[in-house]
């Protein structure tokens, strides 16, 4: 077992005895009402797998009674037509993060925190099942229906994208890696490398990625923003972490390089200050476009919070510290473009610096409770975790995995213990934030930062 350990999907080492001490040194939920006190990390972690199907993976719903619901168009068509002939019903597990794969990844750290066995036994459970829901591209789609720990046959006839954005194949791949590390499968390091050579190969001409893969006939025949670059819920920016990744734990200077192009097409599409955030979506030429309807090109905060941890982490990678000055600019935008202490909006006009609220047809409205839905308008979006790494101190500093926004401080949605919905997503989103935010190291930029933001206030 190794002595120290870093959760993968942030990349935040954490030391085992600290966190172990912490697990073993909290009242068991049996001995403390769940509704008067915070979740434990053990009692939070054990939740997550209650949520878990026997043959591995999560789905939408916690203990579901009956029924079948998506969020892809061709799930939900399949389930009607299962319905409609009477065939044998299927299980849906999710990718979307937070889903299985970074559930996966947690359960490794869980594991490596409190030496518990039936951590790594869930691990490799869900490794078990994402080798076999593996696509022939060698990645994985955001939601997929299963028969026990099989693929529903028809799916992988049917289906002609592979996921890259919502962390599904990046992190699908990490987690895989992770666990050939621990256990040294080769099963777990061959997926693992499949999904990267699909990474490898989906990367743009100009360095970033687009949000799905798609053979080259369909690309051709039917355009779509999708395969366009794009930075909409970590598409380029999940990849570029996910390739340093590789780099590191297979000795691959190939992934590295790929990683770097990202990192540069990224450095280059950035807006300049004092603006000098990302948008989501961007054409061929690094120019931002619109995405859905209610998607516009306008600078947008939490994909700009991604960017930015993936330039620490080429920082990091390659000791180059160009990486590091777009990350200081970058934060001082954030610090002043914050609608309340904790709280942005998703979109900031970059002409006027206010935020932007659409409806499902594109239609501006006043406010996020009129804007379409479901969609995280507002939120912390995990920037002031990323802040203070920085040296950039605030107040409520919550790390959150990709895909989940988190809420402005007081909102309705933030009451209520986590681990108690019937949500699996909202259960493997707390653990994440009660792994990764035990303790800290420095950052590569942790220097630069502070000393390029010295003139920014800080959110209190």
């Known amino acids: 077992m190794r002595t120290s350990f870093s959760l993968p999907i942030l990349g935040r080492p954490i030391g085992v005895p600290l966190l172990a001490l912490l697990l073993a040194s909290t009242p068991a939920a049996a001995e403390t009402p769940a509704d008067t006190s915070p979740p ?43 319905q409609m002939l009477g065939l044998e019903p299927w299980d849906l597990v999710v990718l979307r993060s937070p889903g299985t794969p970074a559930a996966g990844l947690l359960l490794l750290e869980a594991w490596h925190a409190t030496g518990e066995p039936r951590y790594l036994e869930a691990a490799r459970r869900n490794g078990d099942l994402l080798v076999n829901l593996q696509l022939p591209s060698g990645g994985w789609f955001s939601e997929m229906p299963v028969h026990g720990n099989q693929l529903a046959g028809w799916f992988k006839w049917t ?13 699908a791949v990490r987690f895989l890696l992770a666990l050939w590390e621990d256990t040294r499968n080769p099963r777990y390091r061959d997926a693992a490398e499949r999904g990267l050579d699909l990474l490898l190969e989906s990367e743009l001409l100009s360095g970033g990625w687009p949000l799905t893969h798609r053979p080259p006939i369909l690309r051709l025949l039917s355009p779509s923003f999708e395969d366009l670059p794009s930075l909409n819920d ?15 734990t297979l000795n691959r200077p190939d ?16 807006r300049e200050a004092p603006a000098a955030g990302w948008a989501q979506q961007y054409d061929l030429g690094g120019h931002p476009v619109p995405g859905r309807r209610f998607e516009p090109a306008a600078l947008a905060s939490w994909e700009t919070r991604h960017a930015m941890e993936a330039l620490v982490e080429l920082a990091g990678a390659t ?19 914050a609608l309340a202490p904790g709280c942005w909006s998703r979109f900031v006009s970059s002409d006027t610096g206010e935020p932007i609220f659409l ?21 912390d979006y995990g920037i ?16 959150r995995l990709p895909g989940d926004s988190g809420d402005c401080p007081g909102a309705q949605r933030s ?14 989103g707390e653990v994440g934030s009660l792994l990764a935010g035990k303790e800290r190291t420095e950052s590569p930029c942790r220097v630069r930062t502070r000393t390029a933001s010295h003139d920014a206030a800080p959110l209190p």
Not at 255 to 270: F, H, I, M, Q, Y
Not at 360 to 371: F, K, M, R
């Open 40 to 82: 434990t990390t053990r009692v939070a972690v054990d939740a997550m797998l209650e949520c878990e199907r026997p043959d591995g993976g999560w789905m939408y719903v916690c203990f579901p009674e009956h029924g079948l619901f998506g969020v892809t168009k061709i799930v939900n068509l399949a389930a009607q037509t299962q």
């Open 159 to 171: 289906v002609s994208a592979t996921t890259l954005d919502d962390d599904v194949t990046t992190g």
């Open 234 to 248: 970590a598409a380029t920016t999940a990849v570029i972490r996910t390739l340093v990744a590789g780099s590191r």
């Open 255 to 270: 992934l590295l390089e790929a990683a770097k192009r990202g990192g540069d097409w990224l450095v280059a599409t950035r």
């Open 319 to 337: 000791g180059d510290p160009s990486y590091c000055e777009a990350v200081a600019e970058s934060a001082d935008w954030l610090m002043k473009s």
């Open 359 to 379: 409806d499902a047809q594109g239609v501006a409205v006043s406010t996020p409770d009129e804007a379409k839905r479901p969609y995280r308008w507002v939120g």
């Open 384 to 399: 002031p975790a990323l802040l203070a790494s920085l040296g950039i101190d605030t107040e409520t500093a919550v790390p």
């Open 415 to 428: 009451t209520g213990p986590r681990h108690l919905t019937r949500n699996p997503r909202a259960r493997i």
